[in-house]
């Protein structure tokens, strides 16, 4: 299922799209022309039918009716100023083709503020109220270099194709998911927007929830407790311990037992002996240290002060 | 050097800025005339479209792990359903359809109708994450009784099963934008998982897992023209249908996950001026559980009474101070308060070091933080970034009660090069705090000069690099770097230092319209030292994965398009102790070959035959893997190890609606 979308975007990329033909122009002739045909609001005078007469050879304009963005009722922009709606007023750009309207994507002319200003201007909503302070918007993502509106389906949107869109740019993170331990990315039974709002959050990372720990929790309620007896570092912050997107231990912990726990253990009993068997011992065999101290997310039994039971 | 910073961003302020905004409600209208619109050539969406595949295909495998990546975990025939259907009516509402990897082990399919003011959606997603058919293990649970019998192999694992549910509206009320939206999601997760019983000596156990977590959420906003307000709550509630682990002899051993709830309400917006934007957010949350305590009898409660309350409060304010100048100015303070009850608990006697009776400790924290962010375009294609980010962060009965953590750092983006962009960036920080203690709640138990890591001291140094090369439009290189060092400067024992690095190469090319390929590395080396009473160890992990593929779409007069994609993918950690008689850890890694290959054929303009194989190489192996009773004193659950190969080849059948 991801190859088809990796040649998509790859065709859209080279093929699919052709350089505007006021490329040549430097973009900031073409943002000036942009605001000046966009305050003087020359719209055409069929509004979609004149654009029609010279795109509608084009596939991918043609799809946009396949699409939410073309239907011809609702809020939709077809249903509005149609075209011009997000591309801007004709003007003269109908004479020859070479007057700038606003284009859309990573390379496109138009400044990466003025597209999504006309996209922020309809999906203004409580989802992306943190747009404007957002690392993407101060990084200057257009919404075009993710989302595709001249599609059937975003595929930003589909389960399938989502990792792929995040991961081209998220290298990192795309080589941890084949780690010996990760969440199921990889197999796209995961996205990355279960965790993540890609249109910013008030919390690290732009995570969904209020904190690092509550995002964890919407999965793994059973760790969230409260509990009789806690474990400090657990409710201080899961990722003291875990790494999310991929690990080189299992259970995605940022090393093992017991070489982990002893870096915060050095009691004057079994916690600060040297440990370094093949297996053959009760500390390093099975569980480590959880053979003994399995509740280390913490313990619910009166007589659990040492994360035993 | 916030202060400056917000004198600055005054100071600036009154400078024009030159802010493109091509917002609909900003658009000359005055000279339509829309009434001559007629759209003709505008194309009606087909009242039924979509892609349906249905396939049938065959897995061999020898190993249920192998249905993570296949998505099957037994082995044999199986059927499955994908695709999208999309119905639109007249009256403009539009409804899809999905299925994927319907009928197999992980599958989902979605069901969504709007008409752009009103949405409604239902979602259902299976979930199986599975460990290991090969564990043994001669324990039962009965109830909550542990007993004992012939030997059997549960699968290790859990399934999810994921409802989920919502209705979102808009609507235009005293000319503002009202949003609301309610969504409610239930997950069922069955399986079992590794738990250990001290009998005392341990007995590493397969306990099944039963539990329903239920979440609603409701969330409303109010948009003007410039400011934004939403209200949200969010529940979760947690249920679980285990039971405590109770043996004849041994009595009670391991108490269950407590049903727990918790609950949030926010209240957050944004307010967007000509040149800057505020956005803030408050929440407050309580998290409950008051279930019966197990073996209570011993405890002077019957269940207890546990609750924690928290407080979040962020607030950021973004300056688009000119057109080359842009600030940010952000502030947190977080809260936890464990409001909970606190009783003296006798405590199992394992060893002295436990005591008899103990007090649980209600810990609470306070984060409190500040940072400031300054981007500034030196010329067009050429932006410098640098920012500062101090945190303060409390902990109550903490060996530490206040650690400090000031960031600095700063960054150059290069966008405007001849066929390159250049992002470099590099970051200082440094962690310390109030004098690290000993004290009767936290580390008595511990050696005075342990310092554990997420308190400790340190220093740390950052950097990243990303290169991005485009020769032409179809072929682009992308090399990612990224280094990080940690030095905990002042500890002795614990976590002495850690250095993270690696990178990732990418390349695509598009030789055509026909072919494509593209191929990656990459390699992250973590290494990390720490000291014991006495010894030293070092830990070194290294991965690489590399991988490509291809796709070529000419064959048959067009009609064929065949691909494929390989992936590698190895972990490997190793681990000595200087103190330790066998001072090297033995092996512990992992590695695996994934190769998928496809072969789609048009059968007509509206119907396509695939046929798809996948083929998985796995292998892992973990010296604490060991067998059941090879260690004296402990019962392990067997080698859990992996080395398999498996296969799956499935045929299907699409049709375009």
Not at chain 1, 180 to 200: A, F, I, L, T, V
Not at chain 1, 272 to 278: I, K, T
Request: hydrophobic share 30%.
């Amino acid at each position: 299922m991801k190859r088809p979308l990796l040649v998509a975007l790859l065709v859209s990329a080279a093929f699919g799209t052709s350089a505007a033909p006021w490329s040549d122009q430097g973009q900031d002739a073409v943002m000036e022309t942009l605001i000046d045909k966009f305050n003087q609001g020359n719209y055409s005078t069929k509004g979609a039918d004149s654009c029609l007469m010279c795109h509608k050879k084009n596939d991918k304009v043609m799809a946009l009716f396949d699409g939410v963005h073309g239907a011809t009722s609702g809020n939709s922009p077809m249903a509005g100023l149609q075209c011009e709606a997000c591309h801007g007023p004709q003007g003269k750009h109908n004479r020859g083709g070479k007057e700038p309207m606003i284009d859309f994507g990573p390379d496109a002319m138009a400044s990466a503020e003025a597209q999504n200003s006309v996209c922020l201007s309809c999906h203004d909503d409580a989802e992306r109220q943190s747009w404007h302070a957002s690392t993407h918007n101060l990084e200057e993502v257009a919404c075009a270099s993710c989302h595709k509106v001249h599609v059937v389906t975003d595929p930003i949107l589909e389960k399938t194709a989502q990792n792929s869109v995040c991961t081209q740019c998220h290298t990192e993170q795309k080589m941890q998911m084949h780690q010996r331990s990760s969440h199921p990315m990889k197999w796209d039974e995961m996205q990355c927007s279960d965790c993540h709002n890609p249109h910013g959050s008030q919390t690290d990372a732009d995570l969904n929830r209020i904190s690092l720990n509550d995002t964890c929790y919407s999965c793994h309620a059973d760790k969230r407790g409260p509990k009789l007896w806690e474990h400090e570092p657990v409710i201080d912050d899961c990722s003291n311990c875990h790494t999310p997107h991929g690990s080189m231990n299992d259970n995605l912990l940022k090393a093992r037992a017991p070489l982990l726990c002893q870096q915060c253990h050095s009691g004057n009993v079994h916690a600060s002996r040297p440990y370094g068997a093949e297996g053959d011992s009760a500390f390093t065999a099975g569980g480590s240290c959880l053979n003994c101290h399995t509740q280390v997310h913490g313990s619910n039994h009166p007589q659990g002060k040492a994360l035993q039971r | 050097m916030k202060l400056n910073l917000i004198t600055l961003a005054i100071l600036t302020a009154a400078t024009p800025v030159l802010a493109a905004d091509f917002s609909l409600s900003k658009a000359n209208t005055d000279k339509i005339s829309a009434d001559k619109w007629q759209c003709k050539r505008c194309v009606a969406p087909s009242n039924l479209s979509g892609d349906i595949a249905i396939g049938a295909g065959y897995t061999e495998l020898d190993d249920v792990h192998a249905g993570n990546a296949l998505g099957q975990e037994e082995d044999g025939a199986f059927g499955a359903l994908n695709g999208r259907v999309t119905a639109n009516s007249d009256n403009g509402w539009r409804t899809t359809a999905t299925a994927h990897n319907l009928g197999m082990d992980n599958g989902d399919a979605g069901l969504s109708t709007g008409n752009g003011s009103v949405k409604l959606y239902a979602d259902y997603r299976q979930l199986n994450k599975l460990d290991s058919d090969k564990a043994s293990t001669p324990y039962y649970f009965s109830g909550d009784q542990l007993v004992s019998g012939p030997s059997y192999s549960p699968v290790l694992g859990t399934e999810r099963n994921r409802v989920s549910l919502g209705i979102s509206a808009s609507t235009d009320l005293a000319g503002f934008s009202v949003d609301g939206d309610l969504g409610y999601r239930t997950e069922e997760k069955q399986g079992h998982k590794v738990v250990s019983v001290t009998t005392p000596s341990p007995v590493n156990l397969a306990k099944p897992v039963d539990s329903r977590t239920d979440e609603l959420t409701a969330t409303t906003s109010v948009a003007g023209d410039n400011w934004l307000a939403a209200l949200s709550y969010l529940g979760s509630v947690y249920d679980n249908d285990t039971q405590e682990v109770y043996h004849n002899t041994y009595g009670s051993l391991l108490a269950p996950e407590p049903d727990n709830e918790a609950h949030q309400v926010t209240l957050s917006g944004n307010l967007r001026g000509q040149s800057g934007v505020f956005d803030g957010r408050v929440s407050l949350g309580r998290m409950i559980q008051d279930s019966a305590l197990v073996n209570a009898q011993t405890s002077p409660i019957q269940s207890w009474d546990g609750q924690v309350d928290t407080l979040d409060m962020d607030a950021r304010y973004t300056l688009m101070a000119t057109s080359r100048l842009r600030v940010q100015l952000a502030g947190r303070y977080s809260e936890r308060d464990n409001q909970s009850s606190s009783f003296e608990f006798p405590q199992y006697d394992f060893n002295a070091t436990t005591g008899l009776v103990s007090e649980n400790v209600l810990l609470d924290r306070e984060d409190t933080r500040g940072s400031a962010k300054v981007q500034y375009r030196l010329a067009k294609g050429y932006r410098l970034d640098a920012g500062y980010q101090f945190d303060r962060k409390e902990r109550s009965h903490s060996a530490r009660e206040t650690t400090d953590e000031h960031l600095l750092w700063a960054g150059l983006k290069l966008t405007d090069l001849d066929l390159w962009k250049v992002e470099l960036k590099g970051g200082l920080s440094q962690r310390d705090g109030s004098r690290y203690q000993a004290n009767d709640l936290s580390s008595s138990e511990e050696n005075p000069l342990l310092r554990k890591y997420h308190l400790a001291d340190r220093d740390r140094i950052e950097a990243e690099v990303k290169l991005r090369h485009q020769p032409m439009a179809s072929l682009s290189v992308d090399l990612n770097l990224q280094f990080a060092d940690d030095d905990y400067t002042d500890t002795e024992l614990g976590l002495t230092g850690a250095t993270d690095y690696g990178y990732q190469l990418a390349i695509s090319y598009l030789v055509n319209k026909q072919l494509s390929l593209y191929g990656f590395a990459g390699q992250q080396w973590i290494d990390a030292d720490q000291n014991g009473d006495g010894w030293s160890a070092e830990i070194n992990d290294e991965f690489v994965s590399l991988g490509g593929g291809f796709e070529y779409a000419g064959l048959l007069q067009d009609r064929l398009t065949v691909g494929g994609d390989y992936l590698f993918a190895n972990s490997d950690s190793s681990s000595s102790n200087s103190g330790a008689a066998n001072s090297q850890f033995d092996d512990y890694y992992q590695y695996s070959h994934s190769v998928g290959l496809f072969a789609q054929y048009r059968l007509s303009e509206r119907s396509h035959l695939r046929l798809d194989y996948r083929y998985e190489r796995y292998y892992d192996t973990d010296y604490a893997s060991v067998a059941v009773d090879a260690v004296e004193g402990l019962v392990t659950l067997g080698d859990l190890d992996h080395n398999y190969n498996a296969h799956q080849l499935m045929l299907s059948y699409s049709i375009s609606l």
